[in-house]
């Protein structure tokens, strides 16, 4: 049975428990993190030096990374579905999800950080404003990919669908005025569609 390490408020833990769900893998979801702790302990940091959630455990497997957990599962037990088999195939999803990891992450963090978990009287104005402006041409970037093809990486939902979709969730949950991105808003609703994005994803921010 597949384990995961991880509190259901955090994003990278949802990248994960969606890629589960969507897969009908048989599972445990344990919480830790946040107000639950347990990453300080020997036995936590045996499992994850990083001491982070999330972590998968499937048998004696231990992945940690919620990307590398979410490509694991994929390659695992997606093969027919999230898992594209052509080299080519499988870069048009792969270049999203570290693109997700190395470009959108930071100013979606200080954006969910600064508006989401910080007291209003704490709030620093200028590095929100920053955040924001450095997020828009980026959602804008993703807005435009979208307009040819129905998901990220073609005609049906792929790993390259699985990191973005779950920020793109938290992004369209923050209390900031966005313009239109039709695209992305349909991409958003189709998604909207699956049980196990609802499930795990569409959850309150908190
Ligand atoms: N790059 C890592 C980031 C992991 C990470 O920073 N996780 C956060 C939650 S989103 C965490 O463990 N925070 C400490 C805590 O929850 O106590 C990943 O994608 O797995």
Redesign the pocket.
């Known amino acids: 049975m597949i384990r995961v390490w991880g509190?259901t408020n955090?994003?990278?833990?949802q990248k994960v428990m969606w890629t589960v769900a969507e897969l009908g893998l048989d599972h445990e979801r344990i919480d830790a993190?946040?107000a639950f702790g347990g990453?300080d302990s020997a036995a936590y940091g045996a499992l994850n030096p990083n001491r982070?959630?999330?972590v998968l455990e499937d048998g004696g497997v231990v992945v940690?990374?919620?990307?590398a957990c979410v490509r694991y599962l994929a390659a695992r037990y997606g093969r027919d579905s999230l898992w594209p088999e052509a080299p080519a195939a499988r870069a048009a999803a792969d270049m999203w999800m570290d693109w997700q990891?190395s470009t959108l992450h930071e100013p979606m963090r200080d954006l969910f950080w600064g508006l989401i978990r910080t007291p209003p009287e704490r709030r620093d104005g200028a590095a929100l404003a920053r955040a924001e402006a450095a997020l828009l041409p980026l959602w804008q970037m993703v807005d435009a990919h979208l307009a040819a093809q129905p998901f990220m990486a073609g005609a049906a939902l792929t790993i390259g669908d699985i990191p973005l979709g779950a920020f793109c969730h938290r992004y369209f949950a923050l209390p900031i005025a966005r313009p239109a991105m039709p695209a992305l808003e349909a991409w958003r609703a189709r998604l909207a569609e699956r049980t196990a994005f609802r499930t795990y994803v569409m959850l309150p921010l908190s």
Do not use: K
């Open positions: 509190r955090s994003v990278n833990v993190g946040g990453l982070r959630v999330p940690w990374e919620s990307n990891i």
